[in-house]
């Protein structure tokens, strides 16, 4: 059974900083790509980053390049995502997913986790 755990949400003043983690189990974790997405209320999911199996290659939505990044600990089955100048605008619940490729698209990715709150506050 796969499962996919975010934790490291919360409440935040604009400019400060958060380090999501997901730790995954039930699945061959250094074999997939994993993304992290963003849901904001009204609003559909969106792509946030992702990272190659190995971890060689990312990429970024332009809302997150320059102040996300994204790693992973494959010998911790973990996947992060270091916030940093955070924006109210960046308030969502943010979720892991593991996929087979880097990708933008919610379907390329098989598994989620439930998601993490973040809010920025002004």
């Known amino acids: 059974q796969v499962q996919l755990v975010e934790s490291g949400g919360g409440l935040v003043q604009a400019g400060g900083s958060l380090r999501l983690s997901c730790v995954a189990s039930g699945l061959r974790f250094s074999n997939i790509a994993m993304g992290w997405f963003r849901q904001a209320p009204g609003k559909e999911r969106e792509f946030v980053a992702a990272i190659s199996w190995s971890g060689g290659r990312t990429d970024y939505a332009d809302s997150a390049k320059g102040r996300f990044t994204i790693s992973r600990d494959n010998a911790k089955n973990m996947v992060f995502l270091q916030m940093n100048s955070l924006k109210p605008e960046d308030t969502a619940v943010y979720y892991c997913?593991?996929?087979?490729?880097?990708?933008?698209?919610?379907?390329?990715?098989?598994?989620w986790g439930q998601g993490t709150q973040v809010t920025v506050s002004s």
């Open positions: 997913a593991a996929g087979r490729t880097i990708a933008w698209r919610i379907g390329a990715y098989d598994y």
